[in-house]
Protein backbone atom coordinates (compact mmCIF):
# COMPACT_ATOMS: atom_id res chain seq x y z
CA UNK A 1 0.00 0.00 0.00
CA UNK A 2 1.22 3.26 -1.01
CA UNK A 3 0.94 5.90 2.25
CA UNK A 4 1.00 9.41 1.63
CA UNK A 5 1.72 12.00 3.91
CA UNK A 6 0.46 15.84 3.50
CA UNK A 7 2.05 18.53 5.26
CA UNK A 8 1.81 20.77 7.00
CA UNK A 9 -1.49 19.41 8.67
CA UNK A 10 -2.34 23.07 9.75
CA UNK A 11 -1.37 26.20 7.36
CA UNK A 12 -2.77 29.27 8.72
CA UNK A 13 -2.28 32.15 6.43
CA UNK A 14 -4.24 35.75 4.85
CA UNK A 15 -6.14 36.24 1.65
CA UNK A 16 -3.35 37.48 -0.69
CA UNK A 17 -0.68 35.12 0.41
CA UNK A 18 0.61 32.03 -1.39
CA UNK A 19 0.19 28.39 -0.41
CA UNK A 20 2.12 25.87 -0.95
CA UNK A 21 0.76 22.41 0.23
CA UNK A 22 2.78 18.96 0.27
CA UNK A 23 2.23 15.25 -0.05
CA UNK A 24 5.35 12.90 0.05
CA UNK A 25 4.56 9.26 -0.98
CA UNK A 26 5.69 5.98 0.85
CA UNK A 27 7.30 4.81 -2.56
CA UNK A 28 7.59 6.44 -6.36
CA UNK A 29 4.19 7.51 -7.79
CA UNK A 30 3.85 7.97 -11.16
CA UNK A 31 3.26 11.91 -12.02
CA UNK A 32 0.18 10.58 -14.35
CA UNK A 33 -1.69 9.14 -11.20
CA UNK A 34 -1.29 12.24 -8.14
CA UNK A 35 -4.46 13.93 -7.97
CA UNK A 36 -5.52 16.57 -5.19
CA UNK A 37 -9.08 17.44 -4.15
CA UNK A 38 -10.26 20.75 -2.20
CA UNK A 39 -13.41 19.64 0.28
CA UNK A 40 -15.67 22.16 2.22
CA UNK A 41 -17.75 21.80 5.43
CA UNK A 42 -20.77 19.72 4.33
CA UNK A 43 -19.31 19.50 0.76
CA UNK A 44 -18.18 16.69 -1.27
CA UNK A 45 -14.48 17.00 -2.15
CA UNK A 46 -14.10 18.46 -5.58
CA UNK A 47 -11.50 17.61 -8.12
CA UNK A 48 -8.60 20.29 -8.68
CA UNK A 49 -5.34 18.80 -10.09
CA UNK A 50 -5.02 15.41 -11.96
CA UNK A 51 -1.49 14.27 -13.55
CA UNK A 52 0.18 16.15 -10.91
CA UNK A 53 -0.41 18.94 -12.64
CA UNK A 54 -3.20 19.24 -14.73
CA UNK A 55 -6.52 21.54 -13.85
CA UNK A 56 -9.49 20.36 -13.37
CA UNK A 57 -12.69 21.42 -15.74
CA UNK A 58 -13.17 25.01 -13.84
CA UNK A 59 -10.20 25.49 -11.50
CA UNK A 60 -8.91 28.96 -11.30
CA UNK A 61 -5.32 29.37 -12.58
CA UNK A 62 -3.98 30.48 -9.11
CA UNK A 63 -4.21 26.61 -8.18
CA UNK A 64 -1.24 24.43 -9.30
CA UNK A 65 0.32 21.25 -8.56
CA UNK A 66 3.91 19.78 -9.59
CA UNK A 67 6.23 17.47 -8.15
CA UNK A 68 7.49 13.70 -9.05
CA UNK A 69 8.90 10.76 -7.62
CA UNK A 70 7.42 10.74 -3.87
CA UNK A 71 7.23 14.54 -3.45
CA UNK A 72 4.13 16.75 -5.07
CA UNK A 73 3.11 19.74 -4.17
CA UNK A 74 -0.34 22.19 -4.71
CA UNK A 75 0.59 25.45 -4.95
CA UNK A 76 -1.91 28.49 -4.22
CA UNK A 77 -0.49 31.80 -5.61
CA UNK A 78 -2.61 34.30 -4.42
CA UNK A 79 -5.56 32.78 -1.29
CA UNK A 80 -9.10 33.89 -1.79
CA UNK A 81 -10.83 33.49 0.86
CA UNK A 82 -13.42 30.98 -0.70
CA UNK A 83 -9.87 28.44 -0.76
CA UNK A 84 -9.86 28.01 2.87
CA UNK A 85 -11.06 24.35 2.96
CA UNK A 86 -9.47 20.74 3.64
CA UNK A 87 -6.95 19.53 0.88
CA UNK A 88 -6.29 16.07 -0.01
CA UNK A 89 -3.81 14.26 -2.40
CA UNK A 90 -4.38 11.04 -3.71
CA UNK A 91 -2.82 8.28 -5.28
CA UNK A 92 -4.31 5.96 -8.02
CA UNK A 93 -1.24 4.19 -9.63
CA UNK A 94 -2.34 0.92 -7.50
CA UNK A 95 -5.01 -0.57 -5.50
CA UNK A 96 -5.83 0.70 -2.59
CA UNK A 97 -6.16 3.78 -4.25
CA UNK A 98 -4.98 5.74 -0.87
CA UNK A 99 -5.39 9.52 0.21
CA UNK A 100 -3.20 11.88 2.42
CA UNK A 101 -4.57 12.53 5.76
CA UNK A 102 -5.46 15.99 4.28
CA UNK A 103 -3.96 19.68 5.11
CA UNK A 104 -6.20 22.34 6.65
CA UNK A 105 -5.89 25.36 5.33
CA UNK A 106 -7.53 28.13 7.87
CA UNK A 107 -7.64 32.05 7.84
CA UNK A 108 -5.27 33.51 9.83
CA UNK B 1 -23.31 15.43 -14.97
CA UNK B 2 -24.15 14.31 -11.60
CA UNK B 3 -24.10 11.10 -9.90
CA UNK B 4 -26.79 10.21 -6.98
CA UNK B 5 -26.30 7.90 -3.96
CA UNK B 6 -28.88 6.63 -1.55
CA UNK B 7 -29.36 3.33 0.41
CA UNK B 8 -28.53 4.32 3.39
CA UNK B 9 -29.27 4.44 6.90
CA UNK B 10 -29.01 2.79 10.38
CA UNK B 11 -28.08 -1.24 11.11
CA UNK B 12 -27.23 -2.95 13.52
CA UNK B 13 -23.91 -4.94 13.77
CA UNK B 14 -23.53 -7.59 11.99
CA UNK B 15 -26.79 -6.00 9.19
CA UNK B 16 -26.48 -5.64 5.75
CA UNK B 17 -27.01 -2.97 3.25
CA UNK B 18 -26.78 -2.17 0.00
CA UNK B 19 -26.19 1.34 -1.37
CA UNK B 20 -26.93 2.75 -4.75
CA UNK B 21 -25.86 4.93 -7.12
CA UNK B 22 -27.36 6.70 -10.22
CA UNK B 23 -25.41 8.61 -13.06
CA UNK B 24 -27.13 11.18 -14.96
CA UNK B 25 -25.91 13.34 -17.86
CA UNK B 26 -23.03 10.71 -19.07
CA UNK B 27 -22.62 7.52 -20.65
CA UNK B 28 -22.28 6.16 -17.63
CA UNK B 29 -20.92 2.36 -19.61
CA UNK B 30 -18.17 4.21 -20.45
CA UNK B 31 -16.33 5.24 -16.70
CA UNK B 32 -15.03 3.38 -14.23
CA UNK B 33 -16.43 4.40 -10.69
CA UNK B 34 -15.62 4.29 -7.01
CA UNK B 35 -16.86 3.74 -3.35
CA UNK B 36 -15.40 6.43 -0.90
CA UNK B 37 -16.53 7.08 2.68
CA UNK B 38 -15.61 9.56 5.04
CA UNK B 39 -16.05 8.61 9.00
CA UNK B 40 -17.51 11.72 11.05
CA UNK B 41 -14.46 14.06 11.47
CA UNK B 42 -12.10 12.25 9.09
CA UNK B 43 -10.73 12.53 6.34
CA UNK B 44 -11.11 10.21 3.00
CA UNK B 45 -10.93 6.73 2.93
CA UNK B 46 -11.07 4.91 -0.77
CA UNK B 47 -13.06 1.53 -0.94
CA UNK B 48 -13.67 0.31 -3.95
CA UNK B 49 -13.44 0.50 -7.52
CA UNK B 50 -14.96 -1.02 -10.35
CA UNK B 51 -14.20 -0.78 -14.48
CA UNK B 52 -16.91 0.02 -17.23
CA UNK B 53 -17.52 -3.78 -17.83
CA UNK B 54 -16.81 -4.97 -14.36
CA UNK B 55 -14.22 -7.01 -15.43
CA UNK B 56 -11.90 -5.51 -13.04
CA UNK B 57 -12.86 -4.08 -8.89
CA UNK B 58 -10.62 -3.22 -6.80
CA UNK B 59 -11.37 -3.27 -2.55
CA UNK B 60 -9.38 -1.60 0.26
CA UNK B 61 -8.35 -4.36 2.96
CA UNK B 62 -10.64 -3.16 5.79
CA UNK B 63 -13.53 -4.32 3.98
CA UNK B 64 -12.40 -6.88 1.37
CA UNK B 65 -14.37 -10.33 1.70
CA UNK B 66 -17.38 -8.19 3.66
CA UNK B 67 -18.05 -5.18 1.05
CA UNK B 68 -19.14 -6.31 -2.70
CA UNK B 69 -19.24 -3.38 -5.59
CA UNK B 70 -21.39 -3.64 -8.84
CA UNK B 71 -22.98 -2.21 -11.57
CA UNK B 72 -25.41 -2.04 -13.70
CA UNK B 73 -24.96 -0.27 -17.13
CA UNK B 74 -28.58 -0.74 -18.83
CA UNK B 75 -29.82 1.06 -15.77
CA UNK B 76 -26.63 4.12 -15.05
CA UNK B 77 -26.42 2.67 -11.38
CA UNK B 78 -23.62 1.27 -9.04
CA UNK B 79 -23.97 -0.70 -6.10
CA UNK B 80 -22.23 -1.68 -2.96
CA UNK B 81 -23.64 -4.45 -1.07
CA UNK B 82 -22.23 -4.13 2.75
CA UNK B 83 -22.24 -7.29 4.73
CA UNK B 84 -21.27 -8.24 8.31
CA UNK B 85 -21.24 -4.34 9.26
CA UNK B 86 -19.09 -3.06 12.33
CA UNK B 87 -19.32 -0.04 14.11
CA UNK B 88 -16.23 1.15 12.37
CA UNK B 89 -17.54 1.05 9.21
CA UNK B 90 -20.04 4.46 10.60
CA UNK B 91 -19.40 7.12 8.02
CA UNK B 92 -20.64 9.35 4.62
CA UNK B 93 -20.16 7.02 1.39
CA UNK B 94 -19.74 8.82 -1.79
CA UNK B 95 -20.02 7.80 -5.24
CA UNK B 96 -16.80 8.71 -7.81
CA UNK B 97 -16.85 8.44 -10.95
CA UNK B 98 -13.32 8.17 -12.33
CA UNK B 99 -12.25 10.43 -15.56
CA UNK B 100 -12.55 7.65 -18.08
CA UNK B 101 -12.47 4.03 -18.05
CA UNK B 102 -9.60 2.96 -15.35
CA UNK B 103 -6.73 4.55 -13.80
CA UNK B 104 -8.00 8.21 -13.25
CA UNK B 105 -9.04 10.71 -10.97
CA UNK B 106 -12.00 11.03 -9.14
CA UNK B 107 -14.10 14.42 -11.53
CA UNK B 108 -17.52 13.62 -10.36
CA UNK B 109 -18.88 13.07 -6.75
CA UNK B 110 -21.88 12.32 -5.18
CA UNK B 111 -23.37 14.50 -1.85
CA UNK B 112 -23.32 10.98 -0.04
CA UNK B 113 -25.19 9.07 1.78
CA UNK B 114 -25.00 8.20 5.26
CA UNK B 115 -24.45 4.77 7.12
CA UNK B 116 -24.50 4.18 10.87
CA UNK B 117 -24.10 0.78 12.58
CA UNK B 118 -24.91 1.26 15.86
CA UNK B 119 -27.23 -1.39 18.33
Known amino acids: EIVLTQSPGTLSLSPGERATLSCRASQTVSSFYLAWYQQKPGQAPRLLIY???SRATGIPDRFSGSGSGTDFTLTISRLEPEDFALYYCQQYVSSPYTFGQGTKLEIK | ERVVESGGGLVQPGGSLRLSCEGS????????LNWVRQAPGKGLEWISY????????YYADSVKGRFTISRDNAKNSLYLQMNSLRAEDTALFYC?????????????WGQGTMVAVSS
Open chain 2, 96 to 108: ARGKGDGRYAFDI
Open chain 2, 50 to 57: IDSTSFAK
Open chain 1, 51 to 53: GAS
Open chain 2, 25 to 32: GFTFSGYS
